[in-house]
């Protein structure tokens, strides 16, 4: 912690690390560059290089038994077109400044019951949503309407006109948005904007780009798509836990992740958007992944089953529904506590924000057989 009075609080005495101690001359120099919006930079050198990413997230488990009830009084205290969107949202103790749920990512949990429906709009953060539970709920993304049932995932996109709603015959739906908007706000380029009409029309067939994306490995001829996102838009659950469970009977997968798979693409084979990228993984029955840490901050949802992670040392119980963070560069490893059945997990990250700017690293744990020493639960 950096005393106020002091000028030398992050000295190191390392060869090439600044390492001035103050004097009562220099602090007079450095209150004279303080009158001038101005500093030397080696009283804040250490600070602002540190030798290896020192995130300001902590690790989080966000457990829905916990949440679920105050998410659906929501419903009871404000309404859609009050609140603009009725969301309960994650608050990392480490980030409340900017709203985040770890590093520069926003999550939340949305409440919607049958025949409500939030008005349009479109700003320049991308935005997904990871569906809970209800049916009958729909995201209509630039007149394209998906239908979306639990465990589907779909994507709005930076600049596209979106609302979402539940059909009248639905039930209560719960999702998980997840956004870069903390990010945005960062590079100082957020832009908000409400539809003229309130509302977008349908102008595509319900589930067009299901229906034209969908294909495995096969791409439609003369597409002409050259946004910068996946024309995809949504990605069902039954679809990515055959494509899991197809490649665990052929493949170990990773020794840190167990079986992994990016939603991709699928013109481009890179991420949904170029902001903020998904995955799902299926850890085996019994399976505990080694260690590693990497840059990029990541968001985890219990798509199935139950087990914990360590995460910096301490264990994180989870079950199906819960959600919880990995800051950058946090050491973590996964296990499923069921020895019969599967788990997985989907997660958002800024994966394709750190490996466009080659900022990305990544390394394995190489002490204790691989696997952390638990310092607390
Ligand atoms: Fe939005
Ligand atoms: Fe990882």
């Excluded at 030398?8 to 004097?23: C, F, H, I, L, Q």
């Excluded at 935005?127 to 239908?147: C, N, P, Q, W």
């Excluded at 006109?161 to 956004?179: K, M, N």
């Excluded at 019969?340 to 994966?351: K, W």
Aim: proline share 7%; net charge negative; with cysteine.
């Amino acid at each position: 912690m950096k005393d106020d009075s002091r000028y030398d609080s992050y000295r190191e005495d390392v060869p090439g690390r600044a390492n001035v101690e103050d004097t009562p001359e220099l602090i007079e120099y450095y209150r004279q560059l303080e009158r001038w919006d101005a500093g030397a930079l080696w009283t804040v050198a250490n600070k602002i290089e540190p030798w290896e990413p020192k995130s300001e997230s902590v690790p989080v488990v966000w457990r829905y038994r916990d949440l679920r009830e105050h998410v659906l009084r929501s419903v009871e205290l404000v309404t859609p077109e009050k609140a603009g969107r009725r969301v309960i949202y994650l608050n990392n103790p480490g980030r409340r400044d900017v709203s985040a749920a770890v590093g520069w990512l926003y999550s939340g949990l949305q409440v919607m019951h049958p025949g409500e429906c939030a008005s349009t709009h479109r700003h320049s953060a991308s935005a997904l949503r990871f569906i809970m539970e209800g049916s009958g709920a729909y995201t209509i993304v630039d007149g394209h309407k998906m239908t979306l049932g639990a465990n589907d995932f779909v994507l709005t996109p930076n600049g596209t006109w979106h609302e979402h709603g539940v059909d009248s015959a639905g039930t209560p739906c719960i999702w998980q948005d997840g956004l870069d908007i903390p990010f945005v706000n960062a590079m100082e380029a957020n832009f908000y904007e409400v539809h003229p009409d309130l509302h977008q029309d349908v102008t595509h067939p319900v589930d067009l780009p299901t229906a034209t994306w969908s294909g495995t490995a096969l791409l439609p001829h003369a597409h002409g798509w050259t946004k910068p996102y996946s024309p995809l838009f949504k990605y069902e659950w039954g679809s990515t836990y055959d494509a899991l469970r197809q490649l665990a009977g052929v493949s170990e997968g990773s020794p840190y992740d167990g079986v992994l798979m990016h939603y991709v693409n699928p013109v481009t084979g890179g991420p949904v958007m170029p902001t903020m990228g998904a995955s799902m993984q299926l850890l085996r029955p019994g399976q505990h992944t080694l260690a590693h840490r990497h840059t990029g901050s990541f968001l985890y949802h219990v798509a199935k089953g139950q087990g914990y992670s360590v995460i910096g040392g301490r264990r994180f119980d989870w079950q199906e529904r819960d959600i919880f963070c990995v800051p950058s560069w946090a050491w973590h490893e996964h296990a499923n506590l069921s020895v019969t059945d599967d788990a997985c997990l989907f997660c958002f990250s800024d994966l394709p924000v750190m490996k466009a700017l080659h900022l990305y690293r990544e390394q394995p744990l190489a002490d204790n057989g691989g696997q952390q020493k638990v310092l607390s639960t």
